[in-house]
C-alpha cells in the first residue's frame, strides 16, 4: 500500500535566531518519517512534509527539536 504524504505550513513562536533555525530544521530533517523539513526564520515558518499516517508523531518529535534549540520556540497548531 502506498503511504500518503502531508504536507502542511505551521507558524513558529518565539523563534528569535536564524542559525537555531538552521539547527532546528536540520535536527527535523533527520527524523524518521520526515520526508522534507524547512524553516524560513524570515517569515517564521516550519514546513513540514511526513508519512500521513506517522504525521502526528513526527509533529511532537519536531517540537522536542525544536524545544533543545531554544525552549521558548513552539509549533503554533491551529
Same mark, same amino acid.
Given at each position: 500500500?502506498?503511504?500518503?504524504? +502531508?504536507?502542511?505550513?505551521?507558524?513558529?513562536?518565539?523563534?528569535?535566531?536564524?542559525?537555531?533555525?538552521?539547527?532546528?530544521?536540520?535536527? %527535523?530533517?533527520?527524523?524518521?518519517?520526515?520526508?522534507?523539513? #524547512?524553516?524560513?526564520? +524570515? #517569515?517564521?515558518?516550519?514546513?513540514?512534509?511526513? =508519512?500521513?499516517? =506517522?504525521?502526528?508523531?513526527?509533529?511532537?518529535?519536531?517540537?522536542?527539536?525544536?524545544?533543545?534549540?531554544?525552549?521558548?520556540?513552539?509549533? %503554533? %497548531?491551529?
Amino acid at each position: 500500500m502506498e503511504e500518503t504524504q +502531508m504536507k502542511k505550513v505551521f507558524k513558529l513562536n518565539d523563534l528569535d535566531c536564524a542559525n537555531c533555525a538552521a539547527k532546528m530544521e536540520a535536527a %527535523i530533517q533527520k527524523l524518521d518519517g520526515v520526508k522534507s523539513a #524547512t524553516i524560513s526564520f +524570515m #517569515t517564521q515558518k516550519l514546513t513540514l512534509e511526513a =508519512d500521513d499516517a =506517522d504525521f502526528d508523531k513526527v509533529l511532537k518529535a519536531a517540537q522536542k527539536c525544536i524545544s533543545k534549540v531554544e525552549p521558548d520556540c513552539e509549533i %503554533i %497548531i491551529k
